[in-house]
C-alpha cells in the first residue's frame, strides 16, 4: 500500500479538492483528510488497472507495478485495503467536517468509482482494445475512467468548504473538461514521449492497439482539441473571485502543458 | 456483480446487523440499507478471494466463480464495484439514520475489511499456505478474515439501532465467538461433507494444504472447541431481553449446526 500510494505523482486529484474547498472559502486543512482519501482510491484504482489481466502494465509513477514487485495475490489485496482505508480515513479523520457533509462525500466519491464511474470506463476500455472505436466511445471511457472521480474531487472539495449548489454546478463543469483534458493529453504524451520521460511505458496505446484521441482524430486535431477544452474549464471559473480560483486556473494550464 | 449478490448464501452478515439493531429496540428497515451493503462487502471480497492468485476456486454459492463465468479483468472489477456500490448505498439509501451514526458505520465497516481486517486475515491465510501453522496463527487468521467483519455487523447495527457502548461491547464479543465458530463449522463440513452438499469445492483445506481447525486439533477436539464457542457467544446475549435476543441465539445454534 506504501509502495505505491508514496511513489510519487502529480497528485492533481488531491490538489483539486483542496484548490475547490478553498475555491468556496473553506480552509486547506477541512479538504486534506478527504483529499488523501481521494489519492488512496485513485492508487487503488491504478494498482488494479496494471493487472496482466487488465492493462498488464509493467511500469508506473517511474518504478515497477505493484504486482510486479509484491505478487498478484498482495497486489489485489493492497488495492481493495486502500479503497477501505479511504473511506476509512474520511470516516475517523474528518472530524471538523459535519457529518452530513461527509455522507454527501461518501456519496459522490464511491459513485465516481463505481459501476456508473471509474469501473464502467474501465471495463468498455478493456472490451474496446483492438477494435475500432469511435470517437463517442473514446468520450464515454474517458469520462467514466478519468473525469467522473476528477468531477467529484472538486464537489467533495466544494461540499467540505460549504459552497453552494451553483458552485458545485460549475466546479463540476470544470472538472469533465479537466478530466477529457487530461486525457487527450496523457494519449499525446504516450506517443510523443519516452517511458523515462513518462515514468510509465511509453508507446504502449499504439502497441495494445488502444483507443487515443491521436488515432482517432489525428495528432494535431488532439492538440487543437485539448487547447479548446482547457479554454472551456477556464470558463467556469469566470464567475468566481480571481485569487480564490487561482490554484484551479494554474491546475488547468498545468494539465494541458504537462510533459509528463 | 448481480451474478455473485443474488446468489443465494446463508446471508449471515446481513441478518446479524438487522438482528443486532432489533436487539437494541431499532426498527428492521433503519438496518435494511447497510444489511444490504454488508452483503456487497462481503460478495466483493468472495470474489476476490477466489481468483486463481488468491485461492484459486471454481465454485461458489452453488455456482461456477465470477472470473471463471467472466473472466479476471470483469471479476476484478466486479468486486472493485460491488465495495463502492455499497459504500454508496449506504450513502444514499439510510436517510431515516442520523449522518453521524452513518460516519460511525462507515468508519467500522472500513476497518473490518482493510489492511487490519479481512486484507490481514487473507494476506496471512495465503502466505502461511503450505506451512506448518499453529493454532495462534490459525486464530489471527480467521479472527481477521471473517471474524472482524462479523463483528462490524452486530455493531453497525446496534449503532443504528440506537444502543448504546455496554450493548455495543458485548455484541462485540458475542460475534467474535461466532465469527471463531463460523471458521472452525467451516473447516470441519469441509472434510466431512462433498462439493454437492457445500456449494463450494469441499476437500479443498486438504489439497491445498492450508491450515485447519482439525488439522491442528483433530476432528473430535474441533468439534468440541466449537461447541464451547457457541456457549460463550449465547453468554454475551444474557444481559438482553430474550424475545429481542432470540434471533441472535437461534443464529449462533444456526452456525453451530449448519450443514453447508
Do not use: W
Not at 467536517?97 to 462525500?105: G, I, T
Not at 466546479?171 to 504524451?189: E, H, M, P, S, T
Not at 483507443?211 to 474549464?233: R, S
Request: glycine letters at 8%; charged letters at 20%.
Amino acid at each position: 500500500m506504501r509502495y505505491s500510494l508514496l511513489a510519487g505523482g502529480k497528485r492533481v486529484r488531491p490538489i483539486l479538492c483542496i484548490a475547490s474547498c478553498e475555491l468556496v472559502g473553506g480552509d486547506e486543512s477541512l479538504a486534506m483528510p478527504i483529499a488523501c482519501a481521494i489519492e488512496m482510491i485513485h492508487t487503488a484504482s491504478l494498482i488494479h488497472d496494471d493487472f496482466p489481466c487488465m492493462d498488464n502494465d509493467d511500469l508506473r509513477r517511474g518504478k515497477p507495478t505493484n504486482h510486479k514487485v509484491f505478487g498478484e495475490s498482495t497486489a489485489v489485496l493492497a488495492g481493495d485495503a486502500l479503497l477501505s482505508l479511504a473511506f476509512e480515513y474520511i470516516a475517523c479523520k474528518a472530524n471538523n467536517v459535519s457529518p452530513d457533509r461527509l455522507v454527501r462525500v461518501f456519496a459522490e466519491l464511491s459513485s465516481a468509482i463505481g459501476s456508473k464511474g471509474l469501473v464502467a470506463g474501465q471495463l468498455v476500455d478493456i472490451e474496446s482494445e483492438g477494435k475500432v472505436v469511435s470517437l463517442k466511445e473514446l468520450e464515454f471511457i474517458h469520462v467514466h475512467k478519468t473525469a467522473k472521480l476528477l468531477e467529484a474531487c472538486v464537489v467533495c472539495g466544494v461540499i467540505i468548504g460549504g459552497g453552494n449548489d451553483n458552485n458545485n454546478e460549475k466546479v463540476r463543469i470544470y472538472a469533465r473538461f479537466i478530466g477529457l483534458l487530461f486525457q487527450v493529453v496523457d494519449d499525446i504524451l504516450d506517443v510523443t514521449k519516452s517511458s523515462m520521460e513518462l515514468g510509465k511505458t511509453a508507446g504502449k496505446d499504439l502497441v495494445s492497439n488502444k483507443a487515443t484521441y491521436p488515432k482517432v482524430m489525428g495528432i494535431d486535431e488532439a492538440k487543437n482539441f485539448a487547447y479548446h477544452l482547457m479554454n472551456q474549464a477556464l470558463q467556469q471559473l469566470a464567475c468566481f473571485d480571481t485569487a480564490k480560483a487561482a490554484p484551479l486556473y494554474h491546475l488547468a494550464y498545468y494539465i494541458a502543458n504537462r510533459q509528463n
